[in-house]
């Protein structure tokens, strides 16, 4: 049977979920009902994808078995509280930092499953943090990309920090992008062997199961071009400043 999936907040990351779910074979997509409020992308979502703009957020609620939470923190009181929930039905929540009881008390008696996924879900490839471990939530978030489910939600509000590690690894690789046109490589040809090499890293980190330092310690071995960056890099603390963000971010999800 067809799910039917409520967007409240179509902006930025719904937007992304939604192409993704899109993407799926007929049968697993599921029927989008989207918020009226930012008319422009909800019409532009609609037009694409074939998804059904609703007159009110209530509406979007009476509708789907499913509802993605997906305002800004400082927006989701005022948008949840107050709407037609109902008991069975599943909200699932993408705002960083909202803890689940706040939430269900928002949204009683539905029930909350909160996900961090990244925007990359555009693609299938997003890395997905859950809690607490649903079959349901899980099942949809799949669509979307990996799946990593946890029973503690201070666990998984350190593994949603990874939100952000995602836009901070574009800026990098943007960085390196640039390094690269400027040594005389096609824009083009950059872009796409250092994205390649970013996946590269990615796939043998997933693949390899030898420890990530044994795989550093092969590739950077002394006297080696490699090991000679790394020189580099961990002379001048590289990570220093990457520590300091994920720190930050954590303290303040912790609030
Ligand atoms: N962006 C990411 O990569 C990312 C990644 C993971 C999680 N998240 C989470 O996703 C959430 C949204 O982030 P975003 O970047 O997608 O922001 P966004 O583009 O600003 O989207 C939020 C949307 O919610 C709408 N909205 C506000 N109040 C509403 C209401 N009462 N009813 C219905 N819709 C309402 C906003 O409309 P207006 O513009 O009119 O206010 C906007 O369209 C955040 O909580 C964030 O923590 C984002």
Known sequence: MTVTLGILGVGHMTGAMVEGWARLPEGERPRFFLSPRNAERAAALAAALGAEVMESNAAVVEASDIVVLGVRPWQAEEAFKGLPWREGQLALSVIAGIKQAVLADWVAPAKVVRAMPVTACAFGESANALYPADPEAKAL????????????????????????????????????????????????????????????????????????SDLVDELGSPGSFTGKGLETLRGQDYFGPWRAALDRIRQEYDG
């Open 141 to 212: 978030m799949e669509g979307l990309g990996a799946v990593s489910e946890l029973d503690d939600e201070s666990a998984f509000d350190r593994l949603a920090v990874h939100g952000c590690t995602y836009g901070w690894l574009l800026s990098l690789l943007e960085d390196i992008t640039q390094w690269s046109i400027e040594a005389g490589i096609p824009p083009e040809a950059a872009r796409r062997h250092v994205a390649q090499t970013f996946r590269a890293a990615g796939t043998t980190a997933l693949e390899d199961p030898s420890p990530v």
